[in-house]
């Protein structure tokens, strides 16, 4: 330490509890740099649930980590797969049912769980559109002038929801394009 007195400048050493502070603050903010490098990023977290209790209650720990939109999405890929175990596997006891659907929870990462969630229902928004292609086909060759006001609103409503689902499906795009971007 540098100390100026009387125009005159000296060097007296660092008292020992001055030293012992610095190394302190170097220690903390070499711990505090590592935490940052090592928390890694959220989607990359694995899931420890073994059936809709463990999942709820690991969601509620994570409430601080993932975003509103990220629970709900990770809520919607549980129930994406769910719906994939009951058309898989028909009349499965519930205990092999939870089972099956926690064998694709359990120790994957919000990543892979979010993105076979996303997979699942754009397969089957997909699977809709392809079903209604040549109903879609045919009433966009229709004149809605000359149709009957109920016909005219089932036609209306049937563009609507058709359009719908097409925009959800870019919806879907778009959140995988999201969730594959983050490191």
């Not at 330490?1 to 502070?21: D, H, M, N, V, Y």
């Not at 549980?78 to 939870?98: E, H, N, T, W, Y």
Request: contains cysteine.
């Amino acid at each position: 330490i540098l100390i100026s007195a009387g125009g005159r400048t000296r060097f007296q050493p660092a008292t020992r509890a001055t030293g012992l502070r610095v190394i302190i603050a170097l220690i903390a903010s070499a711990l505090v740099a590592f935490a940052a490098d090592c928390s890694g990023h959220p989607f990359d977290a694995k899931i420890d649930a073994r059936n809709d209790l463990d999942f709820s209650m690991w969601l509620s720990h994570e409430t601080g980590t993932l975003t509103a939109a990220d629970q709900r999405d990770l809520t919607e890929a549980r129930q994406q797969i769910k719906f994939a175990v009951m058309i898989d596997s028909p009349g499965l006891p519930a205990a092999d049912f939870s089972r099956a659907v926690y064998a694709e929870i359990h120790r994957h990462t919000v990543r892979q769980v979010l993105l076979r969630g996303i997979e699942l229902q754009a397969a089957h928004i997909t699977e809709e559109i392809d079903r209604l292609a040549d109903r879609d086909e045919r009433y966009r060759r229709i004149d809605a002038t000359v149709l009957s006001p109920e016909a005219r609103e089932f036609l209306e409503g049937f563009n609507a929801r058709m359009a719908q689902r097409r925009a959800d499906l870019q919806r879907l795009e778009d959140r995988k394009t999201v969730v594959l971007a983050h490191p």
